[in-house]
């Protein structure tokens, strides 16, 4: 049994396996509002969550603090804090970006629990899966 409380990011190349991803997400029984796509650039984040069913991270998940905060970070700081607002440790996170700055997108399907500061969530799946 497949079990949507565990936090998924998968690394794609484009809108199409950004659609596949998500539908194959909501089969495992994530709920909409918690498949969530993220590419390095904010416009293009826009448009793919607006063509497809996944969402865009905003304030609910990532908290009031964290969204006026990335109001002044740089790019970087700004997704990699919306990532960690997800449970994804720093270290992955950085990862994720030098993913994103080679043109990948993530689409994560989030297991809902909020996380703040240093915390994050160790049970985290990536695919394609990297060795640390």
């Known amino acids: ?20 991803q998500v539908a194959r997400f909501r089969t495992e029984g ?14 293009r984040t826009k448009r793919i969550a607006d063509n497809t069913d996944a969402e865009k991270i905003g304030v609910t998940v990532e908290g009031l603090g964290n969204a006026v905060a990335n109001l002044f970070r740089s790019s970087g700081d700004e997704l990699r804090a919306k990532m960690r607002s ?8 950085e990862r994720l970006e030098v993913e ?4 990948k997108i993530l689409v994560i399907a989030w297991g809902g629990k909020p996380y703040e500061g240093e915390e994050f ?3 985290v799946h990536f695919y394609p899966y990297h060795m640390v």
């Open 1 to 20: 049994m497949i079990d949507p409380t565990i936090t998924k990011v998968h690394t794609v190349d484009n809108i199409t396996e950004v659609q596949q």
């Open 30 to 43: 994530y709920d909409k509002d918690n498949i969530f796509v993220l590419a390095h650039d904010k416009d």
């Open 86 to 93: 997800l449970g994804i440790s720093e270290r992955d996170a």
């Open 100 to 103: 994103m700055d080679r043109d």
């Open 121 to 123: 969530d160790p049970y």
